[in-house]
């Protein structure tokens, strides 16, 4: 995955973050999708020394965290600041943004400086004082009857959004698709193949062919796909016949 | 949110899932994004009673859950077959799509019959045979430094992705898919011929039964094709073990 310019311009911020798991997991996601900067909040002590004692593909992003006590201070070069929310407040100071719009204003504050992306706590969430420091709300969008998500999978699901559009090269594929002319050598073989089982027959021919050329040309078959098929069904002729040779020849 | 219209068709199959926090913490993101129909494969019996125990938002997906103990018996309904891989497979024997690109073709599905998307083990993800069940691979757009993603993470993002556009409806295709149990009683009768013939030996059987089965997943055959290859499987198969009875029998 080829990473999109300004993305080290990108900060996690966590507030008063309780397990050490989920510690673990935002770190883990922050990895797999290239979002580096880790910053923490009054984490639970236990926490996040145990978080930070774990091995594993979050190491570096958890030994790289930096720690703060208070919300002002971890954000205090950012020019937005984004404070996520399951939706659930009575009441609404602050502009709410879904996801894939906050993600589309949050690419367009990039170039001129650092963004924090601010997640509160999974017994709370962010308290009204936390929020005061953001420019707005954002939003995952899940169902009424379930709205909070687990705080590993929220960050997961925010920075996968937020990466998605990142210039990606194509994925290779493993093969390109058959030629013609290896289907046509496919559907000449099932055709002796299903002459010789007496599936084909003198008076239905015409018609089996061209539903077998049909039946190949649907099959959307790669050319080691048609490759494997032609031996399975060079190895059935061959016993058909040398079994019947007195019938077919 | 808005749900889409079909999403009661698509099923989530956990495959030996081994952490009970991971079977509780895919359970919970499909309930934020009302996704209910859970299905489990050989799940490590006390990590699957222990989720099952839990109270919290994820408790009724998981008291739903249907528990199988083979991967074809999990799958038998669904037309589509949709596996995810964190993309190091060095041997490809199937077609990959990026996330976004197979949530599109998933949605195309789903107004023709239940889509199941599968996810294997913490350890060791989706084994080659797992894998040979399924038409093609999906793939969660990672870097290259960190490509595995946790497994809860990678339900969330998963459906996330897949809810995100929910409010534009699908085209609806013109033929339903075959259904896995259809193709699974292709891929028997082709290995009955396969033996017959002698292309298939003891000594390779095993190996390609999976050739087989992968091969048939891939052809992307309706039903109306599957019962055609079928008939003409058949008469193969009756006139090779007709003709060399005193041999294969």
Excluded at 1 to 11: C, I, N, V, Y
Excluded at 166 to 190: C, F, H, K
Aim: glycine share 6%; proline share 5%; hydrophobic share 45%.
């Amino acid at each position: 995955m080829q990473q999109p310019f300004q993305l080290d311009r990108l900060r996690v911020v966590l507030v008063a973050t309780r397990n050490p798991l989920n510690l673990g997991a935002a770190a883990r996601a922050m990895s797999n999708f290239g979002v580096l900067h880790l910053r923490v909040v009054n984490p639970f002590a236990l926490a996040f020394r145990e978080a930070r004692s774990a091995l594993g593909p979050a190491a570096e992003v958890l030994a790289n965290a930096e720690e703060f006590s208070t919300m002002a201070d971890a954000i205090s070069d950012c020019g937005l600041v984004v404070c996520t929310t399951a939706f659930q407040h009575r009441e609404m100071h602050h502009r709410i943004h879904r996801l894939d719009e906050g993600v589309r204003l949050i690419r367009e504050h990039l170039p001129s400086g650092p963004v924090a992306i601010v997640f509160g706590s999974e017994k709370s969430g962010l308290s009204n004082a936390d929020l005061s420091h953001g420019q707005w709300l954002m939003h995952i969008p899940t169902r009424g009857e379930h709205l909070s998500m687990n705080l590993g999978q929220a960050v997961a699901v925010t920075l996968y959004e937020t990466v998605r559009d990142a210039r990606q090269p194509a994925v290779p594929q493993p093969l390109a698709p058959a030629t013609a002319a290896e289907l046509e050598r496919l559907t000449a073989v099932l055709l002796d193949a299903l002459a010789a089982s007496g599936y084909a027959t003198p008076a239905n021919f015409a018609a089996t062919e061209q539903k077998a050329r049909r039946l190949v040309r649907r099959m959307n078959l790669n050319p080691h796909d048609a490759e494997i098929v032609l031996g399975m069904l060079r190895q059935i002729l061959w016993k058909l016949r040398s079994r019947s040779g007195d019938v077919t020849r």
